[in-house]
């Protein structure tokens, strides 16, 4: 196991995933919630079952995977939906988590997950790091990306933490703004000698 976790995460748009692809060239294990959100959905899984009872087989697509777009229509104005699809989910995402932090090798491990801090999964990290950008370049980058409606963009930014809470919790920020990547880059070099020399640090107390 891991002797050091950080906790990624940042608003939407703000470029996670390009970090942490970062990290993943050094040799840093990553633990992506999105894909374990994923992987606890999957066809003829428990959980899919109990959602397709739930909402009707037409949130299933024809191959039998969950119907992710029609999904966040269902639930994203209607909070009694919203909380029994998360009461269903994060035990279970959350579970999956631990399991594979449990698993990961090397001086420290990454947990990337876009609302680390919304679902309380900071506590399951000695360090959080946040990629930060402005709203506006969250709402650029997304809407062009996603070829999103701007008003449901910013619906999803402002349904997250705010931008300055999340930077108050924050432990490390690598700011993003420019998207200029060997900037980043050195960034992430840093960051990688700080945390294995944290982790070797942790390990001798």
Known sequence: MAKYII????????????????FVSLGVN???????ARQVVAPKSE???RISQHFGQDILLENGELNRSLLR???FSNDNEKNWLNALLHPLIRKNIIEQLSQASGDYCILSAPLLLENNLQALVNR???IDVSIETQLVRTCKRDNSDHKEVNAIIHSQISR???ISLADDIINNEKS???LVSEQVN????LYKTLSNSANVS
């Not at 995460?9 to 970062?22: A, E, L, N, R």
């Open 180 to 182: 200029d990547l060997l």
């Open 164 to 166: 300055e809470n999340r």
């Open 47 to 49: 959980a899919l079952e």
């Open 73 to 75: 229509k269902k639930i």
């Open 128 to 130: 959080v790091l946040v």
């Open 7 to 22: 906790g990624l995460t940042g608003g939407i748009g703000s470029g996670k995933t390009t970090v942490s692809d970062m």
């Open 30 to 36: 990553v633990i992506d919630a999105d894909i374990v």
């Open 190 to 193: 840093a960051l990688d000698n």
